[in-house]
């Protein structure tokens, strides 16, 4: 399974990447939004998972690009405990869940694996 | 009593009292794996300095919409060592900076930051030397 990871901190992408790759998973990176895209549109994921505030093209673009041209796709949207705003309009334009930063391995690997069962079963 | 005082002072890194940090969440998480939390510990004392300078720059050209972002993003670092007084203060700039408040209030919290830094460098310099 590859999911895509976009972050631009350093610090969080690196916990991302550890745990994930814990979990067996194969990794790809993206700091920005830009590069996001540009992978999304050039590789094959089997999740994404995106923190909102990016540099040159925000999460929530990444976000409706990938809602708008890849449905299947399934997102998991990064965001800090207190933006609960931020997190509803995510939901509503499709992210599949929302991981609050700092966050517990336990819950990152229980949500990842959840959605990555929910897709391949065809939802 | 000589060597109850004598126990009580002997710390290895792991029982080094922290006053600045707290690396209960980033051991939870490495889940035994020392070279992940010394990895972890070497990216703050890169990023954190880095993202507190980002802050003084631009809030002396006023630029308060990035004074904001930044400290948003440098709260959920910080808190992965378990920085709460920088966390703390990290949100408070990031409302200050929100609400278009005066620089003044935000760079005291700035030199804050910087000082708590440098007390947090030494601790975890001193629990790497521990470790």
Redesign the interface.
């Known amino acids: 399974m590859r999911i895509l990871v976009v972050e631009d901190d350093e610090m969080i992408l690196r916990t991302l990447e550890f745990r994930l790759k814990k979990d067996g998973y194969e990794i790809a990176v993206a700091k920005d939004g830009k590069e996001a895209l540009e992978k999304i549109k050039s590789n094959s994921f089997n999740l994404v998972i995106t923190d909102l505030m990016l540099p040159f093209v925000t999460g929530m673009e990444v976000l409706s690009y990938i809602k708008s041209n890849l449905a299947e796709l399934p997102v998991i949207v990064l965001s800090g405990a207190d933006e609960e705003g931020t997190i509803l309009e995510a939901f509503k334009l499709g992210a599949d869940d929302f991981i609050a930063k700092p966050f517990s391995p336990g819950e990152l690997t229980l949500r990842v694996k959840r959605l990555l069962v929910r897709y391949s079963a065809g939802r | 009593m000589g060597i109850f005082i004598l126990l009580t002072m002997e710390l290895s890194g792991n029982e080094q009292a922290f006053k600045v940090c707290n690396l209960t ?1 980033l051991r ?4 035994g ?1 020392e070279g ?1 939390i010394r ?2 510990i070497e ?2 004392f890169i ?1 954190v300095p880095d993202e507190l300078n980002n802050i003084r720059q631009h809030l002396t050209i006023n630029n308060l919409s990035d004074v904001k ?1 930044t400290a ?2 440098l ?3 910080v ?2 060592l378990g920085a709460e007084s920088m966390a703390s203060r990290l ?1 408070q700039i990031e409302d200050l900076a929100l609400a278009e408040a005066a620089a003044e209030g935000i760079m005291d919290l700035h030199c804050e930051l910087v000082q708590i830094n440098e007390e947090a460098v030494k601790e975890l310099k001193a629990y790497l030397v521990g470790v």
């Open positions: 969440y939870n998480f490495a889940g794996d992940f990895q972890m990216l703050f990023q972002n948003h993003k709260k959920s670092s808190a992965l949100k």
